[in-house]
């Protein structure tokens, strides 16, 4: 079995951005620059948004945190936007998510200009994904799409089974899985036989926040399994796959953690330098 090494993956991604930046900077006399808006004190986003801002500096980046307390109006927030979407110097926002109630996510997402969109959230980068057409990504499916590509370039005609239909993974996933000719099905709370699903497929993305959900008897041989879930249990963390049972019978597995993780953050730092690249045409 082939274990996917995320961290490794994107440690190679890292560097070769890195060294992007670097061209960019003698091309352009200037870095490609992320702002994150981090709102309230929820201890998970305020280690992914540190972890963001330590990647983006070691690549280069010009990278600002913006830290807003949980009682902050709406308008505020909105204001700031608009005024980030007018800096030349700022390439790339991102609203660090979930939000506080008060605050509509969708009026959030839908005021940063698509193209400052590194998330990929704003319907115009949605729309424009399923159709084929350039568009920022989303870093999560855009992660596991890679570490798919690197234990098997050839997608063309594979069996492509989802587990979660969310907007931040199981949708922009199986676009991209569709754009690489994989016969896509993407299951639900509401799929009747999810482990028969399962048991078609050559790739497995577990994208559903269930702890341990797939089994060992839910692979055949042959299949990747690319693990999306971070689930806090008694025994730790763990991921959406049974990582015990599906490593015998997997031909390659994502842990958790160290699996898709840290790529999503590497995919943020290359989807800041593409809205930059596409800045400056
Ligand atoms: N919170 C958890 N994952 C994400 C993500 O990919 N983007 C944003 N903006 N917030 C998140």
New binding site residues.
Partial sequence: MILIDGKKAAAELRDKLKHEVTGLKAKYNKVPGLTVILIGDLTP?QI?VRNKEKSANEVGLKSEVIKYPDSVEEKTVLEKIEELNKDETVSGI?????LPKHIDKQKVIETILPSKDV?G?HPINVGNLSSGYESSV???PLGCYLLIKKVEPNLNGKKAVIVGRSN?NGKPMSQLLLKENCTVTVTHSKTKDLKAECLEADIIVAAVGIPELVKGDWVKKDTIVIDVGINKTDKGIVGDVDFDEVSKNAKALTPVPGGVGPM?IACLLKNTIECFKRSQI
Wanted: with cysteine; aromatic share 14%.
């Fill in positions: 986003s992914y991102l609203v660090q998510l979930p998330d959230f989303p870093c999560t931040l999503t």
